[in-house]
């Protein structure tokens, strides 16, 4: 297929968005029973869900660590979230994105204070529209909250890239594939610090600060809808409480 026209004269995006705008977000924090905390992530068309176990027992148990927790993290996409045939089982993309998400956690877990014990993430994709190693990213720091794991802080994620030309904020599905740039950015906002960036494809270096500025801005309103999600969870009244 040829590359479709991705933004118009006017500076609308194939979905209705100007360059600086996020998808609609949904975050819902504590959706699974089963789980010790689990959440739910929408960045427009993009879903995903989050859950976490632990701290627990390792097994087997010698694979444990003396001084500190494991942190391990699945990355998987469902076979009907995305159009083609998918393998069943993990893909060398789903291995190398649990690896990129887990130690982007890594840099805000207290591990330490669970010695001898693993914290287990498995994050779910069930719809794919761009973007879900970051909206995958943003779930988990919730679902660890939701699991009660001590953090110095969240992380909140959102790609930048360039379409047309030109640079903008949180990709879809076509923008990521027609477009000549795709940067996806992790955030812990409170230190200021980043702790995932990849890019795939190529932008100038007086675009890159440029880039991680218009990055910045998107992640600290996800931030802020990050905490509003706990508070929701957290701050309501119990039922038949005053
Ligand atoms: N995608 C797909 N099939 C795959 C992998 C990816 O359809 O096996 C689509 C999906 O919409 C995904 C997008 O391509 O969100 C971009 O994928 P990428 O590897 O850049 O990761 P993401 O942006 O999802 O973090």
């Given at each position: 297929m040829s590359k479709p026209k991705l933004i118009t004269e006017d500076g609308i995006r194939t979905d209705g968005r100007r360059f600086d705008e996020l998808r609609p977000i949904r975050m819902e924090v504590g959706v699974l029973d089963k789980s010790d905390g689990s959440a739910y992530v929408e960045f427009g068309k993009t879903r995903v869900f989050a859950a976490v176990f632990g701290p627990r027992e390792v097994h087997p148990r010698h694979l444990s660590l003396p001084d500190r927790a494991i942190l391990n993290c699945r990355y998987h996409m469902t076979s009907?979230?995305?159009?083609e045939r998918k393998p069943l089982g993990m893909t060398r993309r789903e291995v190398e994105l649990s690896k990129v998400i887990r130690e982007a956690l890594e840099t805000v877990v207290?591990?330490?204070?669970?010695?001898?014990t693993s914290i287990d993430i498995y994050i779910e994709?069930?719809?794919?529209?761009?973007?879900t190693r970051t909206t995958g990213l943003t779930a988990a720091s919730l679902a660890l909250a939701d699991a009660g794991i001590p953090m110095a802080d969240l992380i909140a994620a959102v790609a930048v890239g360039k379409v047309d030309g030109q640079l903008v904020l949180d990709l879809n599905d076509v923008e990521d594939k027609y477009g000549e740039a795709d940067m996806p950015i992790a955030m812990a906002p409170r230190f200021n610090s980043i702790v995932l960036l990849q890019l795939n494809g190529r932008i100038s270096k007086d675009e890159f600060p440029k880039a991680l500025a218009l990055a910045k801005k998107g992640i600290m309103e996800i931030y802020r809808l990050q905490r509003e999600a706990l508070k929701r969870k957290y701050s309501a009244t119990p039922e038949g409480g005053m």
């Open positions: 009907f979230s995305v159009e207290f591990l330490e204070e669970f010695p001898r994709v069930v719809q794919a529209d761009g973007g």
